[in-house]
C-alpha cells in the first residue's frame, strides 16, 4: 500500500465525510438504528454522534482500515454510546448468527468489494424482526449522468480507495435477503456523478 493510500486517502475519506451534505443524511438515518447495532465500514467514527443513545445499548464498529482506525479514535473515546471495535471485512462479519437489532451501513457500498456478500452477512446477523438502516450514493436515474458515472468508473475506483460510481444500491439490498421498508433516492448539491443518494430501512424477507 503507498502513500496516497496509507496517509492522503483516509483523510480525504474523513474530510469528505464529515461535510454537511453527508451530515445532514446521518443526522435522519443513524437515529433509526436501535439496540445492538452493527456499523458496517465503521470509517473515522462519523455516525457515533448522531446515535439515539436512549435506544442504542452497543455499536459494534466493523472496519478494515487501520489508518481509519487511527482516525477514529478520538470519536471512539467521546462516544455517548458504548463501541466494540472490530478490525474486518463486511464480506465475513465476526459476530453470530441473529446477534445484533440494527446493521447500519452508510458511504460504504460503494466501496466494499462483494457488496452482495456483505449485504447477505448483514442479513445472516440480524436478528428476527431486525433491520437494515442505508444510506449510499449510486447509480443516478439520468441516462447523462449514469453515462459519465459508467465512464470516469475506472479511473475514480483507482482515486478514491475502491469506491464505485454506479452501483445499484436498492436491486443490491433486494437480492441479498432484504425487503425494503423505506426508500427514498435524491441528488445532494455537488458534483451529480457522485451525489446521487439512496436512504432506507429494510428487513430480513
Ligand atoms: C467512504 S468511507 C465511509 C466510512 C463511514 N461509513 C462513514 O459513513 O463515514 C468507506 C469505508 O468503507 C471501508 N471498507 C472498505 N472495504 C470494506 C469492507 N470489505 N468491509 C467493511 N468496510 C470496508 C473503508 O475502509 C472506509 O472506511
Redesign the pocket.
Given at each position: 500500500m503507498g502513500l496516497y493510500e496509507r496517509r492522503v486517502l483516509p483523510r480525504l475519506?474523513h474530510f469528505v465525510?464529515g461535510r454537511e451534505p453527508a451530515t445532514r443524511l446521518r443526522r435522519e438515518m443513524v437515529p433509526l438504528a436501535a439496540g445492538e447495532v452493527l456499523e458496517?465500514?465503521?470509517?473515522?467514527g462519523?455516525?457515533l454522534p448522531h446515535y439515539d443513545a436512549a435506544r442504542v445499548t452497543r455499536v459494534y464498529a466493523?472496519?478494515?482500515?487501520e489508518a481509519?482506525w487511527e482516525l477514529a479514535a478520538p470519536a471512539v473515546r467521546s462516544s455517548r454510546v458504548p463501541v466494540d471495535c472490530r478490525l474486518g471485512?463486511?464480506?465475513e462479519i465476526p459476530l453470530a448468527s441473529r446477534s445484533v437489532d440494527s446493521v447500519l451501513v452508510?458511504?460504504?457500498l460503494c466501496?466494499?468489494?462483494d457488496a452482495p456478500a456483505?449485504l447477505r452477512e448483514a442479513a445472516r446477523v440480524l436478528r428476527p424482526g431486525g433491520r437494515l438502516v442505508f444510506c449510499e450514493h449510486g447509480a443516478a436515474p439520468d441516462p447523462g449522468v449514469r453515462r459519465w458515472q459508467r465512464r470516469i468508473d475506472p479511473l475514480w475506483t483507482r482515486l478514491a480507495?475502491?469506491?464505485h460510481l454506479d452501483r445499484e444500491i436498492p436491486a443490491l439490498v433486494a437480492a441479498s435477503g432484504f425487503r425494503i421498508e423505506s426508500l427514498a433516492a435524491r441528488y445532494l448539491p455537488g458534483w451529480k456523478v457522485a451525489s446521487y443518494f439512496y436512504q432506507g430501512t429494510a428487513v430480513c424477507s
Amino acid at each position: 500500500m503507498g502513500l496516497y493510500e496509507r496517509r492522503v486517502l483516509p483523510r480525504l475519506v474523513h474530510f469528505v465525510c464529515g461535510r454537511e451534505p453527508a451530515t445532514r443524511l446521518r443526522r435522519e438515518m443513524v437515529p433509526l438504528a436501535a439496540g445492538e447495532v452493527l456499523e458496517l465500514g465503521f470509517g473515522s467514527g462519523l455516525n457515533l454522534p448522531h446515535y439515539d443513545a436512549a435506544r442504542v445499548t452497543r455499536v459494534y464498529a466493523l472496519e478494515p482500515s487501520e489508518a481509519m482506525w487511527e482516525l477514529a479514535a478520538p470519536a471512539v473515546r467521546s462516544s455517548r454510546v458504548p463501541v466494540d471495535c472490530r478490525l474486518g471485512s463486511a464480506q465475513e462479519i465476526p459476530l453470530a448468527s441473529r446477534s445484533v437489532d440494527s446493521v447500519l451501513v452508510t458511504f460504504t457500498l460503494c466501496t466494499v468489494p462483494d457488496a452482495p456478500a456483505a449485504l447477505r452477512e448483514a442479513a445472516r446477523v440480524l436478528r428476527p424482526g431486525g433491520r437494515l438502516v442505508f444510506c449510499e450514493h449510486g447509480a443516478a436515474p439520468d441516462p447523462g449522468v449514469r453515462r459519465w458515472q459508467r465512464r470516469i468508473d475506472p479511473l475514480w475506483t483507482r482515486l478514491a480507495g475502491g469506491c464505485h460510481l454506479d452501483r445499484e444500491i436498492p436491486a443490491l439490498v433486494a437480492a441479498s435477503g432484504f425487503r425494503i421498508e423505506s426508500l427514498a433516492a435524491r441528488y445532494l448539491p455537488g458534483w451529480k456523478v457522485a451525489s446521487y443518494f439512496y436512504q432506507g430501512t429494510a428487513v430480513c424477507s
